[in-house]
């Protein structure tokens, strides 16, 4: 089961379509367009050694057991939601939001701009959950996994970095086809890929 796949099981779709007034199918549609969009967007800040690290801390205070047994919405922090894509879109949120408003089949911008903020925490709970799971090879401490004191190197994302952005690549390796936000850029028959691939290129701190 793909990330997004995973993540959608655990959404009550009539839930969310209520909280947003669309149809389930329109609320559906627009949270696959959502998810890698987060996803992706989330790697790109990761392939930035700085950008783990702060990752790595914001990771750590969401509580995975938000997706165990599906989610509740009532218990859904929208305004730390709307912090989250602010810090993964940075100066490019509204950009994001208007291009993923435009794909078929999502309800335009204003619902995306609705959507973000909902998602956004149940991605980092997801997230979270996965992280934790990995802990098993470092003496379950969550802390090691991601670098623990030893400064924003220890976190990166390079290669043979360890750490998170090693953790993070066979979680997030296959959104948008196996290449992450920037490899997305060079398929134009893929309009998600091109449009993270040119405004996430580059990790925020």
């Known amino acids: 089961m793909s990330a997004v796949e995973e993540i959608l099981s655990e959404i009550p779709i009539d839930q969310l379509a209520s909280q947003l007034g669309v149809d389930t199918d ?19 800040n990761t392939d930035d050694p700085g950008g783990a690290a702060s990752f790595a801390q914001a990771v750590q205070q969401h509580d ?5 047994g599906g989610v509740d919405l009532d218990q859904v922090n929208t305004r730390d939601g709307d912090k989250i894509v602010s810090h993964v879109f940075g100066p490019n949120r509204d950009q994001v939001e208007g291009k993923l408003g435009a794909l078929g089949g999502v309800g335009g911008q ?13 991605v980092m709970a997801w997230l979270s959950k996965k992280l934790s799971g990995a802990t098993a ?12 004191g030893s400064g924003a190197g220890a976190a990166g994302g390079g290669p043979g970095g360890g ?31 091109d449009l993270l691939g040119g ?5 925020r701190r």
């Open 26 to 44: 329109t609320a559906e549609q627009a949270s696959r367009q959502v998810l890698p969009a987060l996803l992706g967007g989330i790697q790109a």
């Open 64 to 68: 995975g057991g938000l997706v165990e």
């Open 110 to 122: 204003d619902l995306i701009a609705k959507l973000l903020p909902i998602l956004a925490p149940i």
């Open 137 to 148: 090879g470092h003496g379950g401490d969550l802390g090691s996994v991601f670098g623990g």
């Open 163 to 193: 750490g998170l952005g090693d953790l993070l690549g066979p979680i997030l390796g296959s959104v948008l086809g196996g290449g992450g936000a920037a490899s997305g850029a060079g398929r134009g028959n893929d309009p998600l890929g």
């Open 199 to 203: 405004l996430l290129g580059g990790g």
